[in-house]
T-cell receptor
Framework: SQQGEEDPQALSIQEGENATMNCSYK?????LQWYRQNSGRGLVHLIL?????REKHSGRLRVTLDTSKKSSSLLITASRAADTASYFC??????????FGAGTRLFVKA | DTAVSQTPKYLVTQMGNDKSIKCEQN?????MYWYKQDSKKFLKIMFS???????INETVPNRFSPKSPDKAHLNLHINSLELGDSAVYFC?????????????FGEGSWLTVV
């Protein structure tokens, strides 16, 4: 399938800890995006990384991309209770479609 | 200001009914989408319109019919609702249809078919 597969499906950590979520895929991509979805809300774009990039940062977020392994990771440092949400990777394979995975559900305990 | 707004947010209806969900974006984007999110949170694209023209039509039952009166609006009409249609439907938009653009989502419409 073309979608990304997030791992783990769910993650529970204490506030202040780092959270790492992974996304693996099978096809070639032009770029990969990460989105966040708070409970009962729509998805919000976090960061985009292009296929020729290896790492990007945005605030407490760090995204890496390894095209040889066809995988990406999202690291949230010094997590906060407000980071509790579902995180989705979305693949752009060159067509018109952005294909989303099933997400990782992150729980940050205060 | 709400960028992508959709109504209603909650909809409970009986099997066999026909219902519509409306969507409007005030971002000046050319491309709009409908996504369906099932109970397992998996998000699937249903339709995409660019400047009122249909460019993506995934394998969706004919009971689902999108309508785009102008590029700022994309409504979704569903005929003869079935139990399996229960899901959250998200409207979204992006600058244009080139893949890789940031997609802006509405808050979702929770459809429950009983």
């Amino acid at each position: 399938s073309q979608q990304g597969e997030e791992d783990p499906q769910a993650l529970s950590i204490q506030e202040g800890e780092n959270a790492t979520m992974n996304c693996s895929y099978k096809t070639s991509i032009n770029n990969l995006q990460w989105y966040r979805q708070n409970s009962g809300r729509g998805l919000v774009h976090l960061i985009l990384i292009r296929s020729n990039e290896r790492e990007k940062h945005s605030g407490r977020l760090r995204v890496t991309l390894d095209t040889s392994k066809k995988s990406s990771s999202l690291l949230i440092t010094a997590s906060r209770a407000a980071d509790t949400a579902s995180y989705f990777c979305a693949l752009n394979t060159g067509g018109f479609k952005t294909i989303f995975g099933a997400g990782t559900r992150l729980f940050v305990k205060a | 200001d709400t960028a992508v707004s959709q109504t209603p947010k909650y909809l409970v209806t009986q099997m066999g009914n026909d219902k519509s969900i409306k969507c409007e974006q005030n971002l000046g984007h050319d491309t709009m989408y409908w996504y369906k999110q099932d109970s397992k949170k998996f998000l699937k694209i249903m339709f995409s319109y660019n400047n009122k023209e249909l460019i993506i039509n995934e394998t969706v039952p004919n009971r689902f019919s999108p309508k785009s009166p102008d590029k700022a609006h994309l409504n979704l009409h569903i005929n003869s609702l079935e139990l399996g249609d229960s899901a959250v439907y998200f409207c979204a938009s992006s600058l244009d249809f080139f893949s890789g653009n940031t997609i802006y989502f509405g808050e979702g419409s929770w459809l429950t078919v009983v």
